[in-house]
């Protein structure tokens, strides 16, 4: 859909959930189950990459039908000196702090909620904008995208049983040797199995309590809800 608004998103879905493709919805299955499962039981094992790479070879040698990473160039990046449009030079700056403003907050966030999620964790704030501020100046001289802190990621180094500053250096590490994998195989890889991959990663990390305390309410309180 043109608009990403929840209501849109759910027509479209509900319009086109008959023409979904078997492979891909087994796919997402898959990776969500495999992962959810060594969450709780091989927590240091990477099985979500194993299992994408498992669908990855099934798309490639069964040829499989199946949504895909478009097919990206394996070369460095090499951008151009950032700028300011000659056209409409006050909405290309509002725009840029609006995106400031997000970056911040979302950091901001994932390092408060990581230390309520963790007991005895402790975040420097400072440190953590410093950081995806120089981050961001590089990406920015690269033709990159703004990189912003994730609960996600975070979660999942924590679950990795990563501790320490160490732990996030080997992290950003393996992640550039995994872009440089995933540009030679882009094109085998299903959309599917990424999905199914974030979403049985980001489940967990919700607060069911509300949920649970909306399904108590009365008839006439969900009535005026």
Do not use: K, Y
């Amino acid at each position: 859909p043109q608009d990403l608004d929840a209501p849109h998103v759910i027509d479209h879905v509900s319009a086109h959930v008959l023409d979904a493709r078997l492979a891909a919805v087994a796919m997402a299955v898959f990776c969500g189950g495999v992962t959810w499962l060594g969450a709780r039981h091989a927590r240091r094992a990477p099985v979500a990459l194993v299992a994408i790479a498992l669908c990855a070879a099934a798309t490639r040698l069964l040829g499989l039908e199946v949504p895909t990473l478009p097919d990206l160039p394996l070369a460095f990046p090499l951008g151009q000196a950032p700028g300011v449009p000659a056209r409409e030079p006050a909405q290309f700056i509002l725009s840029a702090l609006g995106l400031f403003a997000l970056a911040t907050m979302e950091t901001l966030l994932s390092a408060s909620a990581e230390e309520e999620r963790v007991p005895g964790a402790r975040s420097d704030p400072e440190q953590e904008l410093i950081g995806h501020g120089i981050a961001n100046v590089v990406l920015a001289l690269l033709g990159g995208m703004p990189a912003t802190g994730s609960i996600v990621r975070a979660s999942a180094l924590r679950d990795a049983g990563g501790r320490t500053r160490a732990a996030a250096l080997f992290h950003s590490l393996f992640g550039a040797g995994l872009v440089v994998a995933v540009l030679v195989a882009d094109r085998f890889i299903p959309l599917a199995a990424l999905a199914g991959v974030v979403i049985a990663i980001s489940v967990p990390l919700l607060d069911h309590r509300p949920f649970r305390a909306v399904l108590r309410v009365s008839r006439a309180e969900a009535l005026v809800l």
